[in-house]
């Protein structure tokens, strides 16, 4: 249980063009999800927290109008990265959150890696 | 503020060799401590998790104790293989409603056979 995918798992793409990646939670329901960025050989950046049917908060620094984040429903995020320029190039992770006892754990997808040419 | 400090990598073993992987942490609440891994090119995979003082977290024959005292939560494992290769990241989290993560810095496991 607790499988978390991400769609598509590679994407190239020309500068200037906007790139949407899907993130779902396959068997369970998360009302909660994060969009994290990783540049090579360094630790996860988280960007925002999605809640289902509210507006992502966005953590210091990550411009919301750049990265756009919709969590539709309960088991899909989306994040748009708009106008898409070289420097967008890294690998993006998201996760879901699912209450376990005390707290909650986050389980991750797969990553999406993303080269803007 | 809150945050997680692990020792720097790369940690070079041998196969069968003993594994510690330190990771201290600094929190004004009671966090929950977890290990995540992460295998090249793909995301990461909760390893385990200890939610509240002196809880063990296992799996896969790793173990982390969680430590109030020493604000510690050090990853082991008695016999590691070439497949335990990967980033381990340690991270501590519930510290309020959002359910956010800290992340240390990741140490780079590599087992040579």
């Known amino acids: 249980g607790a499988v978390v995918s991400q769609h598509p798992s590679w994407v190239i793409c020309k500068s200037g063009t906007s790139v949407k990646i899907e993130c779902r939670s396959l068997?369970?329901?998360?009302?909660?999800m994060f969009w994290y960025r990783q540049f090579p050989k360094q630790s996860l950046m988280l960007m925002a927290t999605?809640?289902?049917?509210?507006?992502?908060?966005?953590e210091q620094g990550v411009e919301k109008d750049k990265f756009l984040i919709n969590h539709a429903s309960l088991t899909l995020s989306t994040l748009t990265v708009t106008s898409a320029h070289p420097e967008d190039s890294s690998f993006y992770i998201c996760?879901?959150?699912?209450?376990?006892?005390?707290?909650?754990?986050?389980?991750f997808g797969p990553g999406t890696r993303l080269l803007v040419l | 503020g809150d945050s997680v400090t692990q020792m720097e990598g790369p940690v070079t073993l041998s196969e069968e060799a003993f594994l510690t992987i330190n990771c201290t942490y600094t929190?004004?609440?009671?966090?929950?401590l977890f290990w995540y891994v992460q295998y090249p090119g793909e995301g990461l995979q909760l390893l385990l998790k200890?939610?509240?003082?002196?809880d063990k977290g296992s799996n896969k024959g790793f173990e982390a104790t969680y430590r109030k005292e020493t604000t510690s939560f050090h990853l082991e494992k008695g016999s590691v293989q070439v497949s335990d290769s990967a980033v381990y990241f340690c991270?501590?989290?519930?510290?309020?409603?959002?359910?956010?993560?800290?992340f240390g810095s990741g140490t780079r496991l590599l087992v040579r056979p």
């Open positions: 929190a004004t609440g009671y966090p929950s």
């Open positions: 996760s879901a959150s699912q209450l376990q006892g005390r707290g909650e754990t986050q389980y």
């Open positions: 999605s809640n289902e049917g509210s507006k992502a908060t966005y």
């Open positions: 991270a501590l989290g519930g510290m309020d409603s959002s359910y956010k993560l800290i």
């Open positions: 200890a939610t509240k003082a002196d």
């Open positions: 068997d369970f329901q998360a009302t909660t």
